[in-house]
């Protein structure tokens, strides 16, 4: 029987659509810039800056805003934090999936 409770228990920071594609694309690199994800997301570049704060203010995203000449550039890396709470994310993910019936 699966126990659908421990949904309940899953990061919602996380979960949300768009945060969980800036979460999986960090995951997978050291870093990051913001045109990058902007392209990968197919994200507005307000709705990219929005949810990027949000994963910054939980501490699972970190920002470093530089400039490239007279242009501001902007890189986004996963923080510890942010990759141990994408690793127990998934996990628990892995497991609901695995406990539902074929």
């Known amino acids: 029987m699966t ?3 421990q949904m309940l ?3 919602r920071l996380i979960h949300e659509p768009a945060r969980l594609i800036i979460m999986a694309l960090l995951y997978g690199v050291e870093n ?3 045109t990058f994800l902007l392209r990968e997301t197919a994200l507005t570049r307000g709705n990219l800056s929005f949810h990027l704060s ?3 203010d939980g501490g699972y995203v970190g920002i470093e805003k530089t400039f490239k000449g007279k242009r501001p ?3 986004c890396r996963l923080t510890e ?3 141990i709470a994408f690793d127990a994310y ?3 993910l892995q497991q609901t999936a695995s406990s539902l019936p074929e």
Do not use: I, P, S, V
């Open 90 to 92: 998934r996990q628990q």
């Open 73 to 75: 550039h902007t890189l």
């Open 81 to 83: 934090n942010g990759r």
């Open 9 to 11: 228990e899953t990061d």
């Open 54 to 56: 949000k994963l910054e």
């Open 32 to 34: 990051a810039d913001f």
């Open 3 to 5: 126990d659908f409770k």
